[in-house]
């Protein structure tokens, strides 16, 4: 049974934006922190950000002011807004809470 879902990735120009989602099971999103992690070519997996179940949000000081998390309870789905993308935000994107982890999703900045 899938319990995270990411959608979203892509091809952007630097300075470009994306929107990631990741679509969670109802009982995974209604009583975890939510958070998206990043894992760059030859690098290890890092946390990006993340958001409680009451909608408190923090980020890695490196996409402060230019990403946005907000989890949407209608539709069980946390959102990652990206903005002002660099090269150096290349990469697999992945949605965790608690346990589990989703596939990932690709995320290209290049000209």
């Known amino acids: 049974q899938v319990q995270l879902v990411e959608s979203g990735g892509g091809l952007v120009q630097p300075g470009g934006s994306l929107r990631l989602s990741c679509s969670a099971s109802e009982r995974i999103f209604r009583i975890n922190t939510i958070a998206w992690y990043r894992q760059a070519p030859g690098k290890q997996r890092e946390w990006v950000a993340g958001i409680t179940p009451n909608g408190v949000t923090s980020y890695i000081d490196g996409v402060k002011g230019r990403f946005t998390i907000s989890r949407d309870s209608a539709k069980n789905t946390v959102s990652l807004e990206m903005n002002s993308l660099k090269p150096e935000d290349t990469a697999v994107y992945y949605c965790?809470?608690?346990?589990?982890w989703g596939q990932g999703t690709q995320v290209t900045v290049a000209s």
């Open positions: 965790h809470a608690w346990l589990y």
